[in-house]
């Protein structure tokens, strides 16, 4: 079994986002971090290898740099890491997006392509359902339990109401919830495996995709404003000089908060 595992690098959650004022995305060279619902994803493909064999695959679109964020997700076990990385991808909205990854995808040609539930930058929540469009595949999503039987796979999709269990034939895309798993730690002797992993970056003509079909030159949107959220109001930073636990109890307590 083949499986393909979306991930994305985002801003770690560490750092101050800010937008950029010209472009209006988000500016991402600081430093970066697997997609934290992507671990889930990631979990998952592993447990379904570890229980039938197989290739665990990781793809991704992004900067160059994404490939170091990868690397965590190869440190758990994945196999290798394709990721498509070109200057002309940069300002791709969803279906620029949805081009490239889906081109990348059909390269890979797995029996299963996993995606996390949302990226931690863009929360849209959506792609999966693009992408499985686009690939002419079915999908299962919000799936909080996934079981793989020959040549079909059934999740079992959280809802408000409940669940529902859905069945797909393979090839099949899967968005798993965050309540699937509980993603694993890489070990040392992964994290020392994962540097001699195939780590491969390719271009948009090595998969044969028209650069004007993604980027800012095939985004079908266009963000016209960005505003900051809204003040906290009433702040008060507390300096930890050893008596921080007091001062945080006496201020809750002066607001009966508690
Ligand atoms: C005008 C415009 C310009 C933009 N420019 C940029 C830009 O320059 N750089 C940028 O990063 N974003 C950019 N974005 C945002 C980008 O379009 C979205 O991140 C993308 O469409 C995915 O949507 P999402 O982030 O909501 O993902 P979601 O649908 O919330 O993500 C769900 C899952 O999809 C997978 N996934 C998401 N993104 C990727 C990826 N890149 N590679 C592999 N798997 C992925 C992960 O498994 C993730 O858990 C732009 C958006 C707009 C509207």
Not at 56 to 68: D, F, I, Q, R
Request: aromatic share 2%; charged share 25%.
């Amino acid at each position: 079994m083949k499986i393909a595992v979306c991930v994305k690098q985002v801003p770690d959650a560490t750092v101050h986002k800010r937008i950029d004022p010209v472009t209006k995305r988000l500016d991402r060279s600081g430093e970066g971090a697997l997609n934290p619902t992507d671990l889930n994803a990631v979990e998952e493909a592993l447990r379904i290898k570890e229980g039938q064999g197989g290739e665990v695959v990781l793809v991704s679109l992004g900067p160059e740099k994404a490939m170091e964020s990868l690397r965590k997700a190869l440190a758990m076990g994945a196999d290798r890491a394709l990721l498509l990385s070109d200057e002309a991808a940069a300002g791709s909205d969803l279906v620029g997006t949805t081009v490239a990854l889906a081109s990348a995808l059909e390269r890979v040609e797995a029996d299963l392509v996993l995606f996390g539930q949302a990226s931690s930058d863009g929360d849209g929540a959506v792609l999966s359902a693009a992408v499985a469009d686009r690939l002419r595949r079915p999908l299962i999503s919000q799936v909080a339990s996934l079981a793989v039987d020959g040549d079909s796979v059934t999740g079992k999709r959280q809802t408000e109401h409940g669940y529902d269990l859905i069945s797909a034939p393979l090839p099949a895309v899967i968005a798993v919830s965050d309540a699937i798993n509980e993603p694993r730690y890489p070990s040392l002797k992964g994290i020392m495996g994962a540097k001699s992993k195939l780590q491969e970056t390719v271009a948009l003509t090595d998969l044969g995709v028209d650069a004007e079909r993604v980027g800012e030159a095939g985004a079908q949107t266009t963000v016209l404003d960005l505003g900051a959220p809204p003040s906290r109001g009433d702040q008060v930073k507390i300096e930890d000089d050893g008596s921080a636990a007091q001062k945080i109890l006496d201020y809750v307590l002066e607001r009966r908060l508690l």
